[in-house]
């Protein structure tokens, strides 16, 4: 079959000119989302990389750290965000077999599990201020106070405290600790930070994906924005599969 | 047309692999509070890897998609990040020991 180069699309307005048929150009534009994607490897890569280089250097303080997260919202944020993925897909195959309506159904559901879990991520970071584990203030404390890593069943173990009897060497170990426990929060503030910046990025997306799906814009011929936005959203999912278990599972035998 | 080649997947199967993901998140909160040795670790990362797979192949179409280079780009991309990880980790790991 011959494949006109450049023709006038009356009948196609959404095909631009440069490309042969529909096929091509959605290939092309999925194509330029995973090239994307694959740089977003790279940079949470990067941070993922010092993550375990850390994490391999103060395993302990890491996991008595670890522990402070609030285990059953975590696993609870992890299930909506699957739910978010879930009717992303949903929406994607309905604009597939063109119907309109439940493509906008599945779409407003994706945006409200999507502010559901920046609203309870913001819950947790709110708890961690008000245990003082946010490293940049003056008052973090980990050692006293609200929010002493001891409080949690076996970190006094974990972490040797219970065994040092002399105060300057009880002092020298506490301190190591405060610093050490800076870097995992640290770490955990601009991992799930960076995260919840993409999801913020991500929902603004989606508000604009389903306005045009509300207009009718995608048929079962074209939905390519819907279709890539959709990679996206995915991918955003897959960095937090990651995340849930290297921030709140370090450690949690016996819990 | 070569435009209604699109692959459609069966409302079934979106909502299995969604099922899959939930248990395997589930299960991964609870094998955490079991005592494996050095095994814990493995498995957490074994089966956040497993559910990444499922999303990666059927919520984003890796499986079917029509464009070829998709995989090459993944695989691409998730080689260059193991090498950036086991390299660093091997770089770390060999002056802390020394």
Avoid at chain 1, 41 to 70: D, K
Avoid at chain 1, 81 to 95: G, I, Q
Avoid at chain 2, 40 to 65: D, E, R, S
Avoid at chain 2, 74 to 87: C, K, T, Y
Wanted: with cysteine; glycine share 8%; net charge positive.
């Amino acid at each position: 079959m011959e494949t006109p180069l450049a023709v006038e699309h009356e009948a196609r307005p959404e095909l631009r000119h440069h490309f042969a048929d529909e096929q091509q150009q959605r290939n092309a534009a999925s194509l330029g989302m995973w090239w994307f994607l694959g740089t977003e490897i790279m940079f949470f890569g990067g941070m993922f990389c010092g993550y375990l280089v850390y994490r391999r250097m103060y395993f302990t303080e890491f996991a008595a750290a670890s522990r402070t997260l609030n285990l059953p919202i975590g696993a609870f944020n992890t299930v909506v965000l699957l739910c978010s993925s879930l009717t992303v897909a949903m929406a994607v195959r309905f604009a597939q077999l063109g119907k309109r309506k439940m493509q906008v159904r599945m779409l407003l559901l994706t945006l409200v599990f999507g502010l559901a879990f920046l609203g309870i991520k913001g819950k947790e970071w709110g708890d961690k201020y008000k245990e003082h584990h946010i490293p940049t203030f003056n008052h973090y404390n980990v050692i006293s106070g609200e929010g002493a890593l001891t409080k949690e069943p076996g970190n006094a173990a974990l972490l040797g405290l219970d065994k040092i009897t002399d105060p300057v060497k009880r002092q020298q170990r506490e301190d190591e600790i405060q610093r050490r426990t800076k870097i995992f929060y640290s770490l955990y503030f601009a991992l799930t930070g960076m995260h919840a910046i993409h999801m913020i990025i991500g929902v603004g997306i989606f508000i604009v994906i389903t306005w045009m799906a509300h207009k009718g814009r995608f048929t079962p011929e074209y939905h390519t924005p819907l279709e890539i936005a959709g990679l996206y959203w995915h991918f955003v999912d897959i960095v937090w599969i990651y995340l849930f278990p290297l921030l709140y599972l370090i450690d949690r035998r016996g819990a | 047309m070569a435009n209604h080649s699109e692959h459609v997947a069966s409302a079934g199967l979106y909502w299995l692999i969604w099922g899959v993901l939930i248990i395997c998140t589930v299960l991964t909160a609870v094998v955490a509070t079991v005592d494996l040795g050095k095994f814990n670790t493995v498995v957490a990362l074994g089966i956040a890897t497993f559910k990444a797979t499922l999303v990666a192949l059927i919520f984003m179409n890796v499986k079917n998609t029509s464009e070829k280079m998709t995989k090459a780009i993944l695989i691409s991309a998730v080689a260059w990040l193991l090498l950036l990880l086991f390299l660093s980790l091997a770089d770390y790991s060999s002056r802390l020991a020394g």
